[in-house]
């Protein structure tokens, strides 16, 4: 017998894909049968009225993948019950010429209104996961290089036991080659290769190439972009990347625009495709004090600053871009060859280069800023992980690479943290003694700062969280803000600074 609730439900999420412009009225019957095809369903009740008022497009859609899970059509498990959502919110997702038609139509009245077109239709169509995003923990701490800000990242889920199994014995091959290329608009998934049925893909072309355009579907900031290449190359940031940058924040000015460093330790944690990073976020480091001015040699038009920073970096400043440009191309060069074995930097050594920068560019005004983050991934025995890492003593709140976010001053932070951190707050009101080893020695210096308040404890945690973070950040740094550390800077910055 067919359960009637569930043509209601049908009924609820096509009327309301029409109400919201997602669903053109003739396409009603098609949208109502494609549902019914999926849900392995063979009658309808046309007589089905739309609920007063409609449900939103989210609830429809947890209800029908309730009702796929009861009749087993799929396990309750969560890359089937994310292949199914996906390809259920397909049907609100224009095909990708017509999403590509639109942005660069909404483009020619102003830039802005293309990518906040193209970002309502990522939100709407769940490809960004704002219900998942929205349990992220933020809080953020002062600190003597201005605020910090802090994210327990809880949206994107952690691969299972199970699911990393199931990946393993997967025949599904190596398409898509990796989570970035092209070939996932639109692919169905499989265990190991994300749900990717309403994913669409904007082309965006780059000194006569094609790029992609898209969304991260875990934003870690506000309007979180990808630009990827086209094609499935290795990052490496090159004179090319500097001239891409730059080109981007005059396609959209809106945005900043940031390449990870193309090394291990020092890059980001998709080394294998070419990518960079943007959005609409005004992150700490933009409003870091400046150190010192440069008089850069061959540069006169550029301004350029040395920031007050946890890591070392030149900001480039000039309404020319090609002048912007030049200079940054004249410091990386100068960087990847450099070496100071006082100050522990060695350009190369075993064959494996060691220098690298991350790069972030945006508009101020007219103007084309460029900062250039000196980064190093030499590794010793006193510290395997990378000197210019988070060191053993911090990793208890963060051992990943030290990206191009976090060199922003942003933490992206692992979702175990959410449970340890809760776990120490208890061991600190005398609650509990089970902590999590790695935070053992952590929780004990912080317990002698007690007695604590049940109200106020987890602020106190957070300021504690924010201030290791401080120290990831400031271990990345090639040259701390001691004297010893500027005096190397010093030695760095001689090489390309105008002597006369």
């Given at each position: 017998?067919?359960?009637?609730?569930?043509?209601?439900?049908?009924?609820?999420?096509?009327?309301?894909?029409?109400?919201?412009?997602?669903?053109?009225?003739?396409?009603?019957?098609?949208?109502?049968?494609?549902?019914?095809?999926?849900?392995?369903?063979?009658?309808?009740?046309?007589?089905?009225?739309?609920?007063?008022?409609?449900?939103?497009?989210?609830?429809?859609?947890?209800?029908?993948?309730?009702?796929?899970?009861?009749?087993?059509?799929?396990?309750?498990?969560?890359?089937?019950?994310?292949?199914?959502?996906?390809?259920?919110?397909?049907?609100?997702?224009?095909?990708?010429?017509?999403?590509?038609?639109?942005?660069?139509?909404?483009?020619?009245?102003?830039?802005?209104?293309?990518?906040?077109?193209?970002?309502?239709?990522?939100?709407?169509?769940?490809?960004?996961?704002?219900?998942?995003?929205?349990?992220?923990?933020?809080?953020?701490?002062?600190?003597?290089?201005?605020?910090?800000?802090?994210?327990?990242?809880?949206s994107k889920p952690e691969k299972t036991r199970q699911q990393m199994e199931a990946a393993r014995q997967s025949e599904g091959g190596n398409y898509p080659v990796c989570a970035l290329c092209m070939e996932?608009?639109?692919?169905?998934?499989?265990?190991?290769?994300?749900?990717?049925?309403?994913?669409?893909?904007?082309?965006?072309?780059?000194?006569?190439?094609?790029?992609?355009?898209?969304?991260?579907?875990?934003?870690?900031?506000?309007?979180?972009?990808?630009?990827?290449?086209?094609?499935?190359?290795?990052?490496?940031?090159?004179?090319?990347?500097?001239?891409?940058?730059?080109?981007?924040?005059?396609?959209?000015?809106?945005?900043?625009?940031?390449?990870?460093?193309?090394?291990?330790?020092?890059?980001?944690?998709?080394?294998?495709?070419?990518?960079?990073?943007?959005?609409?976020?005004?992150?700490?480091?933009?409003?870091?004090?400046?150190?010192?001015?440069?008089?850069?040699?061959?540069?006169?038009?550029?301004?350029?600053?040395?920031?007050?920073?946890?890591?070392?970096?030149?900001?480039?400043?000039?309404?020319?871009?090609?002048?912007?440009?030049?200079?940054?191309?004249?410091?990386?060069?100068?960087?990847?060859?450099?070496?100071?074995?006082?100050?522990?930097?060695?350009?190369?050594?075993?064959?494996?280069?060691?220098?690298?920068?991350?790069?972030?560019?945006?508009?101020?005004?007219?103007?084309?800023?460029?900062?250039?983050?000196?980064?190093?991934?030499?590794?010793?025995?006193?510290?395997?992980?990378?000197?210019?890492?988070?060191?053993?003593?911090?990793?208890?709140?963060?051992?990943?690479?030290?990206?191009?976010?976090?060199?922003?001053?942003?933490?992206?932070?692992?979702?175990?943290?959410?449970?340890?951190?809760?776990?120490?707050?208890?061991?600190?009101?005398?609650?509990?003694?089970?902590?999590?080893?790695?935070?053992?020695?952590?929780?004990?210096?912080?317990?002698?700062?007690?007695?604590?308040?049940?109200?106020?404890?987890?602020?106190?945690?957070?300021?504690?969280?924010?201030?290791?973070?401080?120290?990831?950040?400031?271990?990345?740094?090639?040259?701390?803000?001691?004297?010893?550390?500027?005096?190397?800077?010093?030695?760095?910055?001689?090489?390309?600074?105008?002597?006369?």
């Open positions: 017998m067919q359960d009637s609730s569930i043509d209601q439900v049908i009924r609820d999420f096509v009327s309301k894909g029409i109400a919201a412009h997602r669903i053109h009225s003739l396409d009603e019957r098609y949208a109502i049968n494609h549902l019914l095809g999926l849900l392995g369903i063979d009658a309808y009740d046309v007589q089905k009225i739309p609920s007063i008022p409609l449900p939103n497009l989210l609830d429809s859609l947890d209800r029908m993948i309730g009702y796929a899970v009861a009749k087993r059509l799929i396990a309750d498990f969560p890359e089937e019950i994310e292949i199914m959502e996906a390809q259920i919110m397909e049907l609100i997702t224009p095909l990708p010429s017509e999403v590509n038609k639109r942005f660069w139509m909404h483009y020619e009245e102003a830039p802005m209104r293309a990518t906040d077109e193209f970002y309502r239709l990522s939100q709407d169509n769940d490809y960004i996961k704002t219900r998942k995003i929205a349990k992220n923990k933020h809080f953020s701490i002062d600190s003597k290089y201005g605020k910090l800000e802090i994210t327990i990242n809880l996932n608009e639109g692919y169905k998934g499989r265990a190991g290769a994300a749900a990717r049925s309403n994913h669409r893909i904007v082309r965006v072309p780059l000194f006569g190439e094609n790029w992609g355009f898209q969304y991260s579907p875990y934003s870690y900031y506000n309007e979180h972009c990808i630009i990827l290449s086209e094609e499935h190359v290795p990052m490496n940031v090159t004179e090319e990347t500097i001239a891409n940058l730059l080109e981007i924040v005059t396609v959209f000015p809106h945005y900043f625009i940031g390449s990870n460093a193309g090394l291990p330790i020092v890059g980001g944690s998709i080394l294998s495709h070419e990518h960079y990073q943007g959005g609409r976020h005004h992150f700490p480091m933009e409003a870091a004090q400046v150190l010192r001015t440069l008089a850069l040699e061959g540069f006169p038009e550029v301004e350029a600053e040395v920031l007050f920073w946890p890591l070392s970096v030149i900001r480039l400043r000039s309404e020319d871009r090609d002048v912007v440009a030049a200079a940054a191309c004249a410091i990386m060069e100068a960087w990847q060859s450099y070496s100071d074995p006082q100050a522990e930097i060695l350009a190369e050594s075993a064959g494996m280069r060691h220098n690298a920068v991350t790069l972030i560019a945006r508009r101020v005004g007219e103007a084309y800023e460029l900062d250039v983050v000196l980064r190093n991934n030499r590794t010793t025995e006193a510290f395997p992980d990378g000197i210019f890492h988070p060191h053993q003593d911090v990793q208890h709140i963060k051992k990943e690479n030290i990206g191009l976010i976090e060199v922003l001053g942003l933490a992206i932070l692992p979702p175990r943290l959410d449970t340890e951190l809760n776990e120490v707050a208890d061991y600190l009101l005398g609650k509990t003694g089970d902590v999590a080893s790695c935070h053992r020695e952590w929780a004990e210096e912080l317990k002698q700062q007690g007695p604590f308040e049940a109200d106020s404890v987890m602020e106190m945690i957070h300021e504690a969280v924010g201030k290791k973070f401080l120290r990831v950040i400031e271990d990345a740094g090639v040259y701390k803000q001691t004297a010893k550390g500027q005096a190397g800077l010093d030695r760095f910055l001689s090489t390309l600074e105008n002597q006369k």
